[in-house]
């Protein structure tokens, strides 16, 4: 009861009536139509925002666990996969580990359970609320957690997730008998995901400090001068993620900006001296000049984004970089591929720019032996976005490309990330792909 009202408490901005309604609710004394009818005069979707931020998540499951009317939360309640199915997965297994291993820190403050903040719904706090020890067990960690267990991944992941359309397509998820094959997974962790465990002693192993915007180019697609560093913030969230760095088994270095123009990341690949592995996604031109440096680091991979298969292209999409320096970080990656546990790959962001590029593309990437990664180009950047513009001539020739070329044979493995969700290609055409 105290919880709840501490709760409660918060919801001032809302004013009196409705945190009584929803006390009494939660007693089940007030009935669900008398709440809905003070819901419908504010405005919803910032109502569920504002709970979900501050974790409020037993609120948010008294609500949706009371009121059984056409009103449903930002996350889509009722489009849940066959009951069969859920049973399945929550008898033998689970769909996605990152929430119980992954822990994504944000420029803005924002810590995410995965490794790509584009994919979750919800992140599960904000470092300026909460201190990252609880951050890591808060509400909405745990109540994702829950979700993940129970199948219901509509409640927490975007459907444009990569591994959320390879379940979809394949059904495939991940046993719990075969929990001991992911390196990412401490024997501690293991065990608490056999007993569906919720809030973790495990600590994360996979960390990403997606802290920074500097880069060294500036490319057509990038929103990043539209998000200034804050400082503060930024020794917060970087504090955080050096608490957890002794537990890590990787580091996913990325960002806004780029892992070798920023100083906290480049420092970081210099010196380290732990036992993580490091996963890199960089745009490849600073390379070769801190490649002895680092060198001596484990490598799980490397990701380069270059957005083209032509010098042409590549150097109108990303402005300040040669494609003469591109090759050169080519050929140092292709000369050192045994530092990499895995292969090399190149990734494109699609566009309007590029997309007829795509057979040229994996051409290179297999003159190189380099793995292809793809993802849709987000915001409105003039008429690049084919996506949101909903460019049915484009969309239908990508689409028919991409049916095309996976039905060749090559010696690389495609990822094609978030376009299948876009081009509607049916289950029964087999991919050749592998998930993220």
């Not at 009196?16 to 005069?41: C, E, W």
């Not at 470092?127 to 951050?135: T, Y």
């Not at 608490?243 to 990787?250: G, M």
């Amino acid at each position: 009861m105290r919880k709840l009202n501490s709760i409660l408490n918060r919801l001032i901005l809302f004013g009196t009536k409705i945190k009584i309604f929803l006390k009494l609710i939660s007693l089940g004394i007030a009935h669900p139509q008398v709440l809905l009818k003070i819901l419908k005069s504010i405005n919803i979707r910032r109502f569920f925002y504002y709970l979900q931020t501050y974790n409020n998540i037993e609120l948010i499951q008294i609500i949706t666990d009371n009121i059984k009317l056409k009103i449903n939360p930002p996350w889509g309640i009722g489009t849940y996969p066959k009951k069969e199915m859920l049973n399945k997965i929550n008898k033998q297994g689970i769909i996605c580990l990152r929430p119980f291993y992954a822990m994504n820190f944000s420029s803005n403050g924002n810590i995410w359970g995965c490794i790509c903040s584009s994919w979750p719904k919800y992140s599960i706090g904000n470092i300026k609320h909460n201190s990252i020890i609880e951050l890591w067990n808060s509400d909405t960690a745990q109540w994702i957690r829950h979700k993940m267990y129970k199948g219901e991944w509509q409640d927490i992941c975007k459907s444009t997730c990569p591994t959320i359309i390879d379940y979809l397509r394949s059904n495939k998820f991940i046993k719990y008998e075969e929990l001991e094959k992911d390196e990412l997974l401490s024997l501690q962790l293991i065990k608490e995901i056999k007993l569906r465990k919720v809030y973790l002693e495990s600590p994360p192993t996979y960390l990403q400090p997606d802290t920074s915007s500097i880069c060294n180019l500036n490319c057509i697609m990038c929103n990043r001068e539209q998000c200034r560093d804050d400082l503060t913030t930024q020794k917060e969230l970087w504090a955080a993620f050096e608490y957890y760095l002794p537990t890590a088994k990787v580091i996913f270095l990325s960002g806004w900006g780029d892992p070798f123009a920023r100083p906290d990341t480049n420092k970081l690949l210099i010196n380290y001296k732990g036992p993580a592995k490091f996963y890199i996604l960089t745009n490849g031109l600073l390379l070769p000049k801190y490649w002895e440096q680092i060198k001596h680091q484990k490598f799980v991979s490397l990701s380069i984004s270059i957005d083209a298969a032509t010098k042409k292209t590549y150097e109108k999409i990303r402005r300040g970089g040669k494609w003469e320096d591109l090759l050169k970080t080519f050929d140092l990656v292709k000369r050192n591929r045994d530092k990499f546990e895995y292969p090399p790959m190149i990734n494109m962001t699609v566009m309007r720019s590029n997309y007829r590029e795509i057979p040229q593309f994996f051409d290179l990437a297999e003159s190189y032996g380099f793995n292809c990664f793809f993802q849709s180009l987000c915001g409105k950047f003039g008429d690049e976005n084919i996506f949101e513009l909903k460019d049915t001539t484009a969309l239908n020739e990508l689409r028919n490309m991409v049916i095309n070329e996976t039905s060749k044979k090559r010696s690389i493995d495609i990822r094609w990330g978030n376009l299948l969700a876009h081009l509607n290609i049916p289950f029964n055409i087999n991919l050749h792909s592998i998930s993220i």
